[in-house]
């Protein structure tokens, strides 16, 4: 192909993108009852094992929700049913990010608990992650992180839809000259994440949010999602909007003296998606955060971090931190108002994870397995 062709393609390309957007920009000021999932009688939890170290920390919180509901699973109120097929070689076969009927099933779910998927690197293969927070339309991405002998307290909320992210498995490339890829950032997708997160500050007695951006570079998309967030605040007149830039904030978290002042953040999808790393090292490694992906419809609890290939191949899957699904867990019940067991199993974590640490995970032979340390959080539970 000769480079004009290529120019044209990407054009049209670039036109297919911006159309399919101003589409999503549509669709999403519609209006659409939320779900109230505080208030289901009966309620589905859909449980994927994902690839790597992800059925080794499912299988675990499998065993934790079959402890802590046995009533509610006994009485018929919870099901828990196990989705299969969520997996890179079944998706790989079929050429698909999630196969059609994988999802089918876990729409069929009321809430999700997933475990870590490996995605694939280049290639035109999309992250399972990212398809299914766009096709569930997950827009917010809600990441606690808490150090409390260091009065850390941080809500993380990472838009999940737009950014990057979503477009990027549509970039375009000449090649052996150029490749570029695009970033989309919507008014109706930042006006949500931005009230999820002043929401949360109201609800909870927060009285600073972090509008986390890098506008001065990024002048149109952050310029927006900066925008928007500070209009969005002037409905909260109690909540303190600060604009930060994404550089020096990556500095102020490492920063004792400055960081233990931040609250609530609220970020476009790739400075939440790198910072949240940040931030659960600081807790004490990313094999110790949760992570829930909300929509008005759906709901979908993970991990913070990826498969870790790289642990399997070294064999070290059984040394994998199982707090890390345990905390979507407790996300989890919360979200679906089964509150009295989150506040139990919260408690529990911060017995073991903070406090007593009998056990503690390394992700090396030196620490302790997935398995025994499960069964350290378990035996807490009466
Ligand atoms: C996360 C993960 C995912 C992401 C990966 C596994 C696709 O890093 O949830 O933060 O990049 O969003
Ligand atoms: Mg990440």
């Known amino acids: 192909m000769n480079k004009e062709a290529y120019i044209q393609d990407a054009m049209a390309q670039y036109e297919k993108v911006l159309r399919q957007q101003i589409a999503r920009c549509e669709k999403m000021q519609e209006a659409t009852i939320p779900k109230d999932f505080s208030a289901l009688t009966t309620i589905t939890i859909g449980l994927c094992g994902g690839d790597g170290i992800g059925p080794v920390i499912m299988e675990q919180a499998r065993r934790l929700l079959e402890k802590l509901l ?13 989705i299969r097929g969520l997996t890179i070689e079944n998706r790989m076969a079929k050429g698909e990010a999630v196969p059609a009927e994988v999802l089918e099933q876990m729409k069929a779910c009321d809430v999700i608990l997933k475990g870590p998927t490996t995605t694939p690197k280049g290639g035109t293969m999309e992250s399972a992650n990212v398809f299914l927070r766009r096709e569930l339309d997950l827009y917010a991405n809600v990441r606690p992180v808490r150090v409390p002998e260091e009065g850390i307290d941080w809500m993380f909320f990472r838009e ?9 498995s ?3 490339e000449i090649p052996g000259d150029l490749a570029m890829d695009f970033k989309v950032i919507t008014d109706c997708g930042t006006k949500r994440i931005a009230r999820a997160a002043f929401e949360f500050a ?30 969005v605040a002037k409905a909260y007149p109690e909540v303190n909007a600060e604009d930060w830039y994404i550089d020096i904030m990556t500095a102020n978290l490492v920063n004792k003296e400055m960081r233990r002042r931040f609250q ?16 659960a090292q600081i807790q004490g490694g990313v094999g110790t955060a949760g992570s829930a992906n909300l929509g008005d419809q759906y709901a979908m609890f993970e991990a913070i971090h ?20 345990f905390k979507a867990v407790e996300m989890m019940l919360r979200h679906i108002g089964l509150v009295e067991h989150a506040d139990k199993l919260e408690q529990v974590l911060q017995l073991c994870c903070e406090t007593e640490k009998k056990l503690v995970v390394t992700g090396t032979k030196e620490g302790s397995t997935c398995k025994d340390f499960a069964e350290y959080v378990l035996g807490k539970i009466d």
Do not use: H, W
């Open 170 to 172: 549509s970039g375009v």
């Open 70 to 82: 046995k009533k509610e699973l006994d009485e018929g109120k919870v099901t828990l049913k196990e």
């Open 264 to 279: 609530v953040f609220v970020l476009p999808n790739l400075y939440g998606d790198i910072i949240t790393d940040e931030a």
């Open 160 to 168: 999940n839809t737009e950014g990057e992210y979503v477009l990027g």
């Open 306 to 325: 990826g498969s870790a290939p790289r642990m399997v191949e070294e064999g070290l899957a059984e040394y994998a931190n199982p707090s890390s699904i």
């Open 202 to 231: 109201r609800k909870n007695g927060k009285n600073q949010v972090a509008i986390v951006t890098k506008a001065n570079i990024m002048k149109k998309t952050d310029g927006k999602f900066s925008k928007i967030c500070n209009e």
